[in-house]
């Protein structure tokens, strides 16, 4: 699930957010006081917020805190702390993309951006609870793609005022381990652990930034959607009052698979065994003993064969797989927002190597980890045939992009079927029969902007940005939508039409942070209203999306939820295969 839409730190994070806005040292440092203590933040001028970065919601988790649940801090201190800047990545196999803030195993912390200004006793703003996606191996919240500057100076134009906040939680192996020895001890599934302590740490201190603990959106993307999915199950359905509402892009609880003991126990052995931890009586306590530099080369996810690390059903925080649970109803009924891209299979489909059938049935047979039987992947090939035209990406009729293979768009269309379109399909039925009237579904159909270098070929330079739009083999891929929703101009480009997407999709978002809904039916006298977005369950049976896309496109439409519907169909049919 490793996206190829890189997801780099522009500019040194476009220097460090423009230097955390260019700070004012003419105005006094923004305090919060928590449970703990006061923490000095940063005032922006240029957006007229506050920001309180990298502020530690767990302790550190090296040595005895490694491969174990989240602590919870235990020291008070009088005076301020520094929340200036953001904290440590969690460690990965990425250190050049994430390690711009550092790296390291204190890195759970979670960052606050807020309105400048406000009265913290009365203001009661809803929170936006991001979550960053990465597949679960890789990624940090300090990334410039995910900065909470823009959808907040949004909320505040809207006169609906919101609160931001972002976290860092442990991936790869180091938040997903799994063998006998982890499960014995109740520490598997420690990234999910993290996103509850996360949580936990808001219901008891977000009032002291000025935020609404009753009014928690959790929201993310990818790997950070997989978790919101995840989450609506913990405990079977237990919010616990931790959060209220749920947006999920491009991502479900029953995208990636849930492999257990004969997956990981021999990665976890090997590891004990490359750390001389082997005759240890308690391998796990050595493993913890372990220095982080020793340690670190061997805990790579790239080194894996196959999939990297992902939750495991550990009969706790994941009592069951994902569709058992959503069939039982054991899930949060929540307001929802869930959607997909277009053309999310361009970002998993092999390239160059699927000419002809034969290459597709042995690749779906012997490649994917899918399980399917024999007869099953050709009742999938039937449904999904060799017509370049209801390939993806959507829209190129009958182009086959062939040096990224003849059928190419062919395995495009199955492979996002299968990890997102039909998981996203389940989910909607799901959650759109216990929650009828605020389960909202959306297409995002705009291919991206894409920054380039000013002296590249086919690059236009326009208000200091220079790009181009995207491939047309990548089509909407899988994370185009964030620019959009984050409403970030350095992503976006500098077209008016996407700014103009933007400025509605990342109000649609505001407004169901506030209200439960997108469309904004309690916003106030001379506040924006959005009228266009219909529940999914009144479209019937057949459900109802709604397309986002540009104007010039088109603009926005509900369609009914039924393109490729019987091969989404046959592919939840037989999701369990893929142990999920």
Sequence with gaps: MTSKVKQVSVIVSVLLHVALAVTNSQTPEPLATVRNGTYAGVYSPTYHQDFFLGIPYAQDTTGPNRFRIPQALNTTWTGTRPAKQYGHACPDDTPEDDALWGMSEDCLSINIVRPAGIDVAT???????????????????????????????????MGRPVLGASINYRKGGWGLMYSIEIQGTGNANLALRDMRHALAWVQENIAGFGGDASRVTIWGESAGAFAVGQLLMSYGGRTDGLFHRSIQESGSAATAWYNGTERYQPIYDRIVSQVSCTDAIDTLACLRAVPYATLLPFMASTLLNGPGFYPTVDGDIIPQFPTSLLALGEFAHIPHIIGSNSDEGTDNAPEGVINTDDDLYNYLLHNTGFNFPPATIRQIMALYPDDPAQGIPLNTGGERFPSKGWQYKRVAAILGDVYYHAPRLADARHYAAHRPNDTFVYRFNTRPWLAAAPQSVNVTCQDDLCGSIAPAYQGVAHATELAFVFRNPQWLGPWPEYRKLADKMSAMWVHFAHDGTPNGHNAGEGEEKEEVWPPYASGGEEGANLVLQTEEQGGLYVEADTYRLEGRELLTKWARRRHV
Excluded: C, E, K, M
């Excluded at 990465?134 to 134009?157: F, K």
């Design 123 to 157: 203001a009661n703003l809803p929170v936006l609870f991001w979550i960053h996606g990465g597949a679960y191996q890789v990624g940090t919240s300090g990334l410039d793609r995910y900065n909470l500057s823009y959808i907040v100076q949004r909320s505040v134009d």
